[in-house]
């Protein structure tokens, strides 16, 4: 009973062929849509790591949109990087460019 029922679905879907590449050339052209929206300008960032009682990452950027300078702060290392809306109103996408990180206490030689 069973490998007629296969059948009978194989059949089906033999059927709708133009039905199915209608749907894949639909997403495909979605996609396309999608990668067209402008990607906000890369402002690479001096990131500071956390030093004594701070637990935060600091790091300085500048849009590359207006040109200013601009400061942030972050809970890790990973949240320093990624897109957000910059002080000055405009989008960015902050990339770690330099990272300075403090010397574990003790470590010093
Ligand atoms: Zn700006």
């Given at each position: 009973?069973s490998?007629?029922?296969?059948d009978?679905?194989?059949?089906g879907n033999?059927?709708?062929?133009?039905?199915?590449?209608?749907t894949?050339a639909?997403?495909?052209?979605r996609?396309?849509?999608?990668?067209?929206?402008?990607?906000?300008?890369?402002a690479?960032?001096?990131?500071?790591?956390?030093v004594?009682?701070?637990?935060?990452?600091?790091?300085?950027?500048?849009?590359?949109?207006?040109g200013a300078?601009?400061?942030?702060?972050?809970?890790?290392?990973?949240?320093?990087t990624?897109?957000?809306?910059?002080g000055?109103?405009?989008?960015?996408?902050?990339?770690?460019?330099?990272?300075?990180t403090?010397?574990e206490?003790?470590?010093?030689?």
């Amino acid at each position: 009973m069973s490998p007629v029922r296969k059948d009978g679905a194989q059949l089906g879907n033999e059927h709708r062929p133009d039905a199915l590449s209608a749907t894949t050339a639909t997403s495909i052209t979605r996609r396309h849509v999608k990668g067209r929206p402008p990607r906000a300008p890369i402002a690479p960032a001096s990131v500071f790591g956390p030093v004594g009682r701070r637990r935060f990452w600091w790091y300085t950027y500048r849009c590359r949109t207006c040109g200013a300078h601009l400061f942030g702060r972050a809970r890790s290392l990973h949240e320093v990087t990624g897109e957000r809306r910059a002080g000055c109103g405009h989008r960015v996408q902050v990339m770690a460019a330099r990272i300075y990180t403090q010397p574990e206490s003790g470590a010093a030689a």
